[in-house]
């Protein structure tokens, strides 16, 4: 299991999934107040998709930032179709644990985002952070525009001699087009509100990065 959890998974090889969801989900945000499936976005407004290891503490840093209109949490970047939580932690589906982040750029910008998620999170750990080990904790940034994907890699850039000077390795961050998303089960969506001591992952390099 520590094998499959710590290589990506061929799609040949990944777990068959399913051809529909098959739990039901709150109408709104617990927070937010806001819809929390956002499949269709308000005019206006953007859609962000980070993976940047366990999704429970990573929601919480996008809901407390201005600007950020709904967030919900699921599944990025792997072959299995609808996959379950356990299925995304045995390694088999080769998704990652993922943010949505649905925001208003006049008030919150695309940069401000992604430095954000830099911040908060070790993107030079590859499949894990801390002590959540397995490819589903990998670092992502899937971006849905040419100019969010400028923004990304031109952060990317920037942030990576910074660590590097400060003795941690190169950024592993996958950088990608926007996969297809799937919703985690509800009880995974605003986690920390529902449980607020519950698990935070505490891998931040502390290093800020560069305007």
């Not at 710590?6 to 040949?12: F, K």
């Not at 068959?16 to 107040?33: N, T």
């Not at 908060?120 to 992502?140: C, E, F, L, M």
């Not at 849905?144 to 000077?165: C, D």
């Amino acid at each position: 299991m520590f094998f499959k959890k710590t290589e990506m998974v061929s799609p040949d090889r990944a777990l068959p999934g399913r051809p529909q969801q098959q739990f039901a989900l709150s109408d709104r945000h617990k927070v937010l107040d806001a819809p929390l499936v956002t499949d269709v976005v308000p005019e206006g407004l953007e859609v962000a998709l980070f993976g940047l290891g366990c999704f429970w503490g990573a929601e919480e840093i996008f809901w407390r930032m201005p600007g950020v209109w709904s967030t919900s949490v699921g599944y990025a970047g792997g072959t299995t179709p609808n996959p379950t939580y356990d299925e995304v932690c045995s390694g088999m589906t080769g998704h990652t644990e993922a943010v949505r982040v649905v925001f208003d750029p006049d008030e919150v910008s695309y940069a401000d985002l992604v430095r954000a998620f830099y911040e908060v999170h070790d993107p030079t750990q590859g499949y894990r952070q801390g002590n959540d080990i397995g490819t589903q904790y990998r670092s992502a940034i899937y971006f849905f525009s040419e100019e969010q994907e400028k923004v990304a890699r031109e952060i990317t850039e920037g942030y990576a001699p910074v660590l590097q000077r400060a003795g941690y390795g190169a950024i592993t961050t996958e950088i990608k087009p926007a996969p297809t998303y799937y919703y985690a089960e509800d009880y995974h969506q605003q986690y920390l509100y529902k449980n607020p001591n519950g698990y935070r992952c505490h891998s931040a390099t502390g290093i800020k990065v560069p305007v």
